[in-house]
C-alpha cells in the first residue's frame, strides 16, 4: 500500500510568481484535503476535494485553487504569490468526506 | 465558528516523567476529536481519536478521553521517553463538513 506523496519537496519562488503542488492520494482513497502550516502554527484548511467536486473551503482567497483527477491525485494552485504564503503545504487523503486523513510529508513552499 | 485551543508549550520533561498536554473546544455539531504528532521534518500522523462522547482514544500508551461536558480532549501518558518528543495537535472534525481544525501544537522535548 502507498502511503501520501507530494511534490516538490521544497520551491523557492518570487513574490507574484505562481506554483502548482502536486499530492497522490494513498490507495483507495477518494478525498483530498489540503492544509497550509505556517511556521510554530497548526495546519490551516484550505479546501476538499471528493470524487473530484469542491466539497469546503477554508478562509483563503480565490487564488488558492485546485484539481482533483480521475485517479484522485491533486493539485494546489497558487496564483499572485505573497510573502505570507510562505509555508509548509500539507496534503491528506481519506476515504470519504469524514474519513480518517492521512497526511504526505508536505511541501515546503518559500516566498522572496 | 470550529476552534482548538491547547495549552501552550513548549513542554519540557525527564525521561518517565507523566505527562498532560490540554485541550479544549468549540464546535457546532458532534465532533470527532483527534490527536496528532509532528516529528521532526515529516508530516503529521495520527496518535488516536475518539468519535463521540465518552469514547476513550489510545495508541503507543497515549490516552484522550473525549468529555462532552467539558468540551475537554486532554492527552496523557504515565511514562514519557526521549522518542515521544514531537510537537503535538489537537484536532477536530465534524462529519460531513470536508476540514479538520487544528490547534496551533504543544511541543515535548523529553530530555534522558
Known amino acids: 500500500e502507498t502511503g501520501v506523496t507530494q511534490s516538490p519537496t521544497h520551491l523557492i519562488k518570487t513574490r507574484g510568481q505562481q506554483v502548482t503542488l502536486r499530492c497522490s492520494s494513498q490507495?483507495?482513497?477518494?478525498?483530498v484535503s489540503w492544509y497550509q502550516q505556517a511556521l510554530g502554527q497548526g495546519p490551516q484548511f484550505i479546501f476538499q476535494?471528493?470524487?473530484?467536486?469542491?466539497?469546503g473551503r477554508g478562509n483563503f482567497p480565490p487564488r488558492f485553487s485546485g484539481l482533483q483527477f480521475p485517479n484522485y491525485s491533486s493539485e494546489l494552485n497558487v496564483n499572485a504569490l505573497e510573502l505570507d504564503d510562505s509555508a509548509l503545504y500539507l496534503c491528506?487523503?481519506?476515504?470519504?468526506?469524514?474519513?480518517?486523513?492521512?497526511f504526505g510529508p508536505g511541501t515546503r513552499l518559500t516566498v522572496t | 465558528g470550529d476552534s482548538v485551543t491547547q495549552m501552550e508549550g513548549p513542554v519540557t520533561l525527564s525521561e518517565e516523567a507523566f505527562l498532560t498536554i490540554n485541550c479544549t473546544y468549540t464546535?457546532?455539531?458532534?465532533?470527532?476529536l483527534f490527536w496528532y504528532v509532528q516529528y521532526p521534518g515529516e508530516g503529521l500522523q495520527l496518535l488516536l481519536k475518539?468519535?463521540?462522547?465518552?469514547d476513550k482514544g489510545s495508541n503507543k500508551g497515549f490516552e484522550a478521553t473525549y468529555r462532552k461536558e467539558t468540551t475537554s480532549f486532554h492527552l496523557e501518558k504515565g511514562s514519557v521517553q526521549v522518542s515521544d518528543s514531537a510537537v503535538y495537535f489537537c484536532?477536530?472534525?465534524?462529519?460531513?463538513?470536508?476540514?479538520?481544525?487544528f490547534g496551533d501544537g504543544t511541543t515535548l522535548t523529553v530530555k534522558p
Open positions: 491528506a487523503s481519506s476515504l470519504g468526506r469524514s474519513g480518517e486523513q492521512y
Open positions: 490507495s483507495g482513497h477518494n478525498t
Open positions: 476535494y471528493y470524487r473530484e467536486e469542491e466539497n
Open positions: 464546535a457546532t455539531g458532534y465532533p470527532s
Open positions: 475518539a468519535t463521540k462522547a465518552d
Open positions: 484536532a477536530l472534525g465534524v462529519e460531513g463538513a470536508g476540514k479538520s481544525t
